[in-house]
């Protein structure tokens, strides 16, 4: 089992960046494949972006490629996603999860364990 927390979120002006971060608990995180997600107010939750166990593997949604960067540390129990160019459709709260012996899922199905999440707020 593991237990994720997210940090790093706050009010951001539209053109800047945020990093969120993800500290997981437990002994076996390299195990996990993890993602992000976001949901803003009124809409389903949606996949963000996810990295393999051991990070040579990264995918993204098309709305966020090329704005976003999501990383990890494995000896740090931490994943990361760094986010740059924000704009105010990138509003909502982000959600950090963790797939055991995943590969990177964008189905948010896959993931067995959540955290509470982190508020982002892109003002224009």
């Known amino acids: 089992q593991v237990q994720l927390i997210e940090s790093g979120g706050g009010l951001v002006q539209a053109g800047g960046s945020l990093r969120l971060s993800c500290a997981a608990s437990?002994?076996?995180?390299?195990?996990?494949?993890m993602g992000w997600f976001r949901q803003a107010r009124g809409k389903e939750r949606e996949f963000v972006a996810a990295?393999?166990?051991?990070?040579?593997?990264?995918y993204y949604a098309d709305s966020v490629k090329g704005r976003f960067t999501i990383s990890r540390d494995n000896a740090k129990n931490a994943v990361y996603l760094q986010m740059n160019s924000l704009k105010s459709d990138d509003t909502a709260v982000y959600f950090c999860a963790a797939d055991y012996d995943g590969t990177g899922a964008t189905n948010k199905f896959m993931y067995e364990y959540w955290g509470q999440g982190t508020q982002v707020t892109v003002s224009s």
């Open positions: 990295i393999s166990w051991s990070g040579s593997s990264t």
């Open positions: 437990g002994r076996t995180f390299s195990r996990y494949a």
